[in-house]
């Protein structure tokens, strides 16, 4: 049912089609840039490979991406015409933009996504996820699980979790799902650092990472998931774009250092920003049960991803990510413990595929 192949070229999709509702969330840079750098050349996006080079270059420059483009229409350009509503799946080499419209990328390479579906044999809209990457939420998970700090290290990184909740209760207030929104920008961060730290210690040590790089790198994409539903409901301001900016390059470096010099406290802090995102999430449900949130319909994305009803709502989405948190929780606090049994991550089998 589901073909699984490579997706070089989905970047480049994103460029050229957003859905409704990201039109001031973070398409809209890069769209400037197709727009902006594509004129002259008439590039849609000429740092990156031939993919990506639509219509201006294929004929006098890469004879063989035109003659592709003939030859059945695998390869190519996001074409202005191609803007129909509702195509079919496309076979082959084409593609279905993440606005459900048709593209077709005319690469010299030959680089392209297999045509994927839906159960119902409906093309798969999204390039950013996959069907196999979507799940359901266990939502039996233990929302209340504490770790009580007793050691040193635990005691700082849970103080250090209250004192950094502080300015941002008093920036966001009851603002929910702008604070989700701006929250997840940060969430995202720990497990990509985490992962690539620990796959560059897998390459320098020639050793296994027990699976933990994966589970990390699972983590951090889970979040960056949770961000690209929140900014479906939550359109960033220019300010808060700006505090994203600056929040990013510092917490990315203070991480980055925090995690070569102490992995297990840099866990141990992760499992306590969890703990506050599992009680934020619940602040939201409330203010959606009381009425001062509109519990508006779920995202198409969040749909899709969590695999929830075509009736789902807001409610329904923030129940899922609470989850999700969760599960964070338990593999960083879980994390931390092993190496507070002087063991490293690789020494415990990792929790691949935990949401
Ligand atoms: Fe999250
Ligand atoms: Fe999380």
Redesign the pocket.
């Known amino acids: 049912m589901w073909e699984k192949g490579g997706s070089l070229s989905r970047g480049f999709l994103r460029l050229r089609h957003h859905r409704h509702g990201y039109s001031g969330g973070f398409y809209l840079h890069d769209q400037r840039f197709a727009g902006g750098l594509a004129g002259p050349l008439g590039l849609r996006r000429p740092l990156e490979g031939s993919s990506a080079l639509a219509g201006g270059l294929r004929g006098p420059i890469f004879p063989l991406g035109c003659r592709s483009l003939s030859s059945g229409g695998k390869y190519a350009t996001a074409r202005k015409e191609s803007d129909e509503e509702g195509p079919p799946a496309p076979s082959g080499g084409d593609m279905v933009s993440e606005s459900g419209k048709e593209e077709r990328v005319s690469s010299y390479w030959g680089v392209m996504r297999p045509r994927v579906t839906k159960k119902d044999g409906t093309a798969w809209p999204w390039n950013c996820f996959m069907p196999w990457d979507t799940y359901s939420a266990d939502l039996s998970i233990d929302l209340s699980k504490h770790h009580v700090p007793k050691t040193f290290t635990d005691k700082f990184a849970y103080r250090t979790v209250k004192i950094l909740r502080i300015p941002t209760d008093i920036f966001f207030q009851r603002r929910y799902g702008c604070r989700a929104m701006m929250l997840e920008t940060v969430?995202a961060v720990p497990g990509m650092v985490g992962g690539m730290l620990l796959h560059l210690k897998s390459l320098r040590r020639f050793q296994h990472s027990g699976g933990w790089i994966k589970a990390l790198l699972e983590e951090a994409e889970n979040?960056r998931m949770h961000l690209m539903t929140m900014v479906e409901i939550v359109q960033p301001k220019w300010y808060e774009r700006a505090l994203v900016l600056t929040v990013q390059g510092v917490f990315f470096n203070l991480y980055f250092l925090l995690y070569l010099l102490s992995p297990k406290l840099a866990h141990r802090i992760v499992g306590y920003l969890?703990e506050e995102?599992i009680h934020s999430y619940t602040e939201f449900l409330k203010e959606i049960d009381r009425g001062t949130i509109k519990n508006i319909p779920a995202p198409a994305i969040a749909r899709d991803y969590w695999r929830l009803p075509e009736n789902a709502t807001l409610r329904d989405v923030v129940v899922v990510v609470r989850a999700?948190?969760a599960h964070?929780r338990d593999v960083n606090h879980f994390a931390a413990d092993v190496h507070f049994q002087g063991k490293e991550l690789r020494d415990a089998p990792a929790p691949l595929g935990y949401h």
Do not use: T
Request: hydrophobic share 30%.
């Open positions: 969430a979040e969890e995102a999700d948190e964070h």
